[in-house]
């Protein structure tokens, strides 16, 4: 079982870079694959980012391609998410997720898929 922890979510201006984390306080995060989603005010929760177990799979949403880069530490048990040229339609609790599902079967971009979750960091984008 994992535990997680996002930080380093901040107000920033559009334009601007910013990296939020996630460590896992619990045994074993290398076999863990983990993404990233978000949830601004009144709506629905939406996949960002994803990372396999081994950090070599990487899969994103089209609204953050090429801009936000999804990346892992297994020595560290952290997964970061490098948020380059933000949007205010960025702004959103973005929330890490973790889970440990035979990955060739796992649909990285549904929530469903993990089983463990942050509780959120608060990333605000003015323009």
């Known amino acids: 079982q994992v535990q997680l922890v996002e930080s380093g979510g901040r107000l920033a201006q559009a334009g601007d870079s910013l990296i939020v984390s996630c460590a896992s306080s619990?045994?074993?995060?290398?076999?863990?694959?983990v993404g990233w989603f978000r949830q601004a005010p009144g709506k629905e929760r939406e996949f960002v980012a994803a990372v396999s177990s081994s950090g070599g799979s990487k899969y994103y949403s089209d609204s953050v391609m090429g801009r936000f880069t999804c990346s892992r530490d297994n020595a560290k048990n952290t997964v970061y998410l490098q948020m380059n040229s933000l949007k205010p339609e960025d702004t959103a609790v973005y929330y890490c997720?973790?889970?440990?599902?035979?990955?060739?079967?796992?649909?990285?971009?549904?929530?469903?898929?993990?089983?463990?979750w942050g509780q959120g960091t608060q990333v605000t984008v003015s323009s």
């Open positions: 619990g045994r074993n995060f290398n076999m863990y694959f």
């Open positions: 997720a973790a889970g440990n599902r035979p990955e060739h079967s796992v649909n990285y971009y549904s929530p469903v898929s993990y089983g463990y």
